[in-house]
């Protein structure tokens, strides 16, 4: 309880700098810091529109934010998750878009089920290639993201083009429950919130969450154990990658109602952001990423409401990211220093 009680006051300490430092920026362009963030908070809860929207922001990074934390708990870093959305939210709106013959539910199921299985297909690569070759997955994943961007690109302005001025399908035939009109929130949220905390079970509840947790701490004692470390790599690789697809499904299914080109770029990076500032924790990855939903939807309203520029937003939330990492050097430096003084006192004794 003590720990806990350390990390969230650690991570209060780092908001409320954050913010003391946007709040000289602020001062800087002759605003007022109280009705700058006042007008951010606003922006983000104040009716059923904005607060719809934090929502719906909320969800893709909850999801893609738990994608690439619970990869790096088997020691792989997923930078492709955008990639795997992309690739996902495709597969979905072809699956919603032709499937017609499936009754509505099923159909429903089925654009989740292609777009998880795209999704991990799509993650298997790297993973394969780093077991068995030694390809390092960060590269191979940040390049991969691209190609799965063409992709999506070429099949929504050729094939599966509606043939309208903007590069998109045509709507799909089944879509998820929105709640909050006139916003974009929809079921999708609870899709997430329970995908998450299936993952979470699994991890900490499971054998197989006891391997990837032992293949990422020492890839070489899980594999003394009796542990297929490659094996649990490539599968935790996969699951992260169905993780992502059911992103784009969201995005697809939920809030455009069809694929449009391009919807995802940012939603990896904003993912991985926040689950690295978590320190890859899943249970506290979810309270960044609404953190980071609040943030970006309350620049919009506070740049309506009194004209501070959302980049002072984007500046702010640079910052914290910035003061977050600082915050883990000093904690593991302090760590690091207990170690040692530890070792004094053994061989004092």
Known sequence: MNNKFVMI????????????????????????????????????????LKFGTTLASFTPVLLTSTAFAVASKAGAFNVGVEGEVFLGAIAAAYIGINWTFLPAPVLLCACFIGAMAVGAAWAFIPGFLKVQFGVNEVCVTILMNSVAQYIASYLVSGPMSSGGANNQSLPVTVTLPKFMTPSNANAG??????????????????VFGYKIRATGTNFSHAEYTGINPGKVLIQTMMLSGALGGIAGCIEVLGVYGYYLDNFAVGLGSNGMLAA????????????????????????????????????????????????ATMELLFTFRGSKNRRKIGGVKNEIQ
Not at 195 to 200: D, F, G, K, R, T
Request: proline fraction near 3%.
């Open 189 to 206: 949220l609870f899709v997430a919130v329970v995908a998450v905390i299936l993952v979470w079970w699994m991890l900490n509840k499971t």
């Open 276 to 323: 690295l500032i978590a320190r890859c924790n899943i249970a506290v990855a979810p309270v960044i990423s609404f953190l980071l939903a609040v943030l970006k939807t309350g620049a919009l309203g506070m740049q309506q409401s009194i004209g501070v520029p959302k980049s002072i937003v984007d500046t702010i939330t640079a910052i914290f990211i910035c003061v």
């Open 9 to 48: 006051r650690k991570w209060i300490l780092t908001l409320l700098l954050a913010m003391g430092i946007g709040s000289l920026l602020i001062l800087m362009i002759n605003e007022n810091p109280i009705d700058a963030y006042m007008a951010l908070i606003r922006g983000a809860f104040r009716g059923k």
